[in-house]
């Protein structure tokens, strides 16, 4: 079975960088889209990034902040912020799904995600 292990995860500051991890087991992550969410409390899930062997995308509120990678001979996913700002402060979700999309009910394996705070 698919398994997403988000890892990372902390307290920053303002203007502050995070490097988050995502290990995934069961399947190598090249034949899969994988893609980053967050949830803030009280709001929806929200697109963070996503990669595939085509290329990435990106929402709109971290745009050349936040950088998407893969390491297929680690099977892991890797998610910078830069210039952090309190309003990012989230859960952080890594998915993987069968093509690259900004809709979380397109993502079939999520992992248990991991809790990313910005202090202003």
């Known amino acids: 079975q698919v398994q997403l292990v988000e890892s990372g995860g902390g307290l920053v500051q303002s203007g502050g960088s995070l490097r988050l991890s995502c290990a995934v087991s069961?399947?190598?992550?090249?034949?899969?889209?994988m893609a980053w969410f967050r949830q803030a409390p009280g709001k929806e899930r929200e697109f963070v990034a996503s990669?595939?062997?085509?290329?990435?995308d990106f929402g709109d509120s971290v745009k050349g902040r936040f950088t998407i990678s893969s390491d297929n001979a680690e099977n892991t996913v890797y998610l910078v912020m830069n210039s952090l700002k309190p309003e990012d402060t989230a859960i952080y979700y890594c998915?993987?799904?069968?093509?690259?999309?900004?809709?979380?009910?397109?993502?079939?394996?999520w992992g248990q995600g991991t809790q990313v705070t910005v202090s202003s």
């Open positions: 998915a993987a799904g069968s093509k690259r999309a900004t809709l979380a009910q397109l993502y079939g394996y």
């Open positions: 990669i595939t062997w085509s290329g990435s």
């Open positions: 069961g399947r190598t992550i090249s034949g899969y889209a």
